[in-house]
């Protein structure tokens, strides 16, 4: 038998039956399912120092388990000396059994180690059924070591549903167990 993360399979098995319920979906294709997770970083400081980039661009693929991108400027700010087509920042995206691996991470070893740490703001949705979380520290990840770390930074991590409403992402995201807060 193949390999199945443990997020996969709960969603086949206990998820889905449980949104479709709870929606009163007619077909269970209708239910929501998590298409990906987009783990990006903005580094202001690349401008100057280039080395940043590629600390950016190993961080986000050691928390991954796959290989990040650099971002370039799509256009010219004097203010800000940059050119068009400079590094700017990294980013990620996890499609399949290593967006449900990240999300296991995420939940179970990642986001217990934040200070202070009683649940995630629900007002991250868009409206269109997509969620956006903001981590303000890279070291809550087991897989960064905090001595080889020369500047503490954040990073966002956006999570796309095929869900229509926040609602219905919500409970989909809920049902996977993201801890978000009680209101």
Aim: glycine share 8%; aromatic share 8%; charged share 30%.
């Amino acid at each position: 038998m193949a390999y199945v993360p443990r997020l996969r399979q709960e969603y086949n098995e206990r998820v889905k039956s449980a949104l479709k319920e709870e929606f009163s979906y007619s077909n269970i294709m209708e239910v929501p399912k998590l298409t990906k997770i987009v783990i990006s970083r903005g580094v202001g400081g690349a401008v100057a120092d280039k080395k940043l980039i590629d600390h950016a661009i190993d961080e986000l693929s050691a928390i991954s388990g796959q290989k990040a991108v650099s971002t370039i400027s799509k256009k010219d700010v004097a203010s800000f000396k940059l050119r068009k087509g400079m590094p700017i920042g990294a980013k990620v995206t996890l499609r399949g059994y290593r967006m449900y691996e990240f999300l296991d991470r995420l939940i179970t070893s990642a986001l217990p180690r934040v200070r202070d740490f009683n649940g995630i703001k629900s007002n991250g949705f868009d409206g269109r059924g997509n969620y956006n979380l903001g981590v303000t520290e890279q070291i809550i990840f087991p897989e960064i070591d905090i001595d080889a770390v020369n500047r503490i930074a954040g990073m966002d991590i956006t999570f796309v549903t095929t869900a229509d409403t926040d609602k219905e992402a919500k409970a989909l995201l809920t049902e996977l167990g993201l801890p978000f807060k009680k209101n």
